[in-house]
């Protein structure tokens, strides 16, 4: 996890760093989808979802795809993430996805159909991990591998005290630029907050907080890692 300033909130706007700022062409493009998750004391993060898609999504594609990454490489070593009750639904009525699971993500899709609002829903185990300098780094790459653009994003994570610094990303994996705006630990609130505009398929989104020792569970587990 990269490290930031040490501030207790931080917000930038997109148009100032040239985040964000130039139209989406003419493509499936979803109206907007919105994250908001918990992060426990123990660790455990809950996430909920909720893309909206707009007549620009339906016209485009038959199913929606998206992926869920199941392991992150830091200081060298592999954790593995652990993720649970996945549900979606369409317009309320619960749908049962495809599932595919590859070494480092997996990918669920299910059809497009003629709904208007799907909610994905799950639970992530493993994404707290113990910093080199003891304190506790938490991220997750809330957006990945859309087969859709989205010309909104918007959301929240609800967080434990003991935050000490608060990051948002998003744009070209591999080359991620900070969000049009995020916030945190602001009057009071220990949470995040964060938006962003225009995110093209297969682009990401990833939120990361800094905790003091102690304040959070450490989660992470290493991969078990064979070789011959």
């Known amino acids: 996890m990269k490290r930031l300033t040490a ?19 003419q493509a499936a493009t979803a ?15 809950s ?7 707009g007549d620009g999504l339906s016209s485009e594609l038959d199913s929606i795809q998206q992926s869920l990454p199941l392991s992150a490489e830091v200081n060298g070593q592999r954790y593995d993430y652990v993720i649970d009750g996945l549900t979606v639904t369409a317009d309320g009525q619960e749908l049962d996805p495809s599932v595919t699971k590859a070494a480092a993500e997996q990918t669920i899709s299910f059809p497009l159909a003629d709904a208007s609002t799907f909610v994905i829903e799950y639970t992530v ?5 113990k910093a080199l300098d003891g304190n506790v780094d938490f991220s997750w790459t809330l957006l990945q591998g859309l087969n859709f653009d989205v010309r909104d994003i918007s959301g929240r994570v609800n967080l434990p005290a003991g935050a000490v610094n608060y990051a ?43 905790f003091s020792e102690g304040s959070v569970a450490v989660t992470g587990q290493l991969a078990d890692l064979w070789s011959l």
């Open 7 to 25: 501030a207790a909130w931080a917000m930038i706007a997109g148009a100032a760093i040239g985040v964000g700022s130039i139209p989406l062409a």
């Open 31 to 45: 109206d907007s989808i919105d994250f908001q998750a918990t992060l426990s004391n123990d660790g455990l993060l």
């Open 47 to 53: 996430v909920t979802e909720t893309i909206k898609v």
């Open 125 to 129: 185990t493993g994404a707290t991990m």
């Open 168 to 210: 948002c990303s998003s744009g070209v994996v591999g080359a991620l630029r900070t969000c049009a705006t995020f916030s945190g630990g602001m009057n009071g609130d220990t949470g995040m907050v964060f938006t962003d505009i225009n995110r093209l398929a297969g682009e990401a989104l990833e939120v990361e907080v800094i």
